[in-house]
């Protein structure tokens, strides 16, 4: 099985084996009833990086997806791996650049990603090559 991530309102959502999970805080208002999903209680991503979403319906998610097989991880532990890969820690917003550096697109040479990337490769890095690259995408230019 293969695991799905997508953005919605600005957050990561993660369809794992069934499960949905929000990753992050949204960034934009979210009609939760028109993307297929009952509004959760609470969003607060700096305490907590993810929570589960309860689908009402068909899910409605449009966008890039990055592909990962469910042998890799699958459910809250891939929410988990997900949330310390792409969260910037202090306001638990996904980074826009870690985002981009994965998916390939790049505004400056007109590059756009596939709709579908395959991404099981960002889970099976190690942390402390993942944490060079993500250091080197955060730090202010």
Known sequence: MTARVTRLAGALLLESSGLYFLIGNTKEPCD???????TPKTIDAVSQPFIPLVPRGEVQV?????????????????????????????????????WRIVTGENEELGTQPAQETEAGWLIAMPDRIWNMIRDAALKCL
């Open 32 to 38: 939760w009833t028109e993307a297929g999903f009952e």
């Open 62 to 98: 449009d966008g890039l997806s990055l592909l990962i097989e469910a042998s890799a991880q699958e459910g809250e532990r891939l929410a988990q791996i997900l949330a310390t890969r792409f969260l910037i820690r202090r306001n638990g917003s996904v980074s826009e650049r870690l």
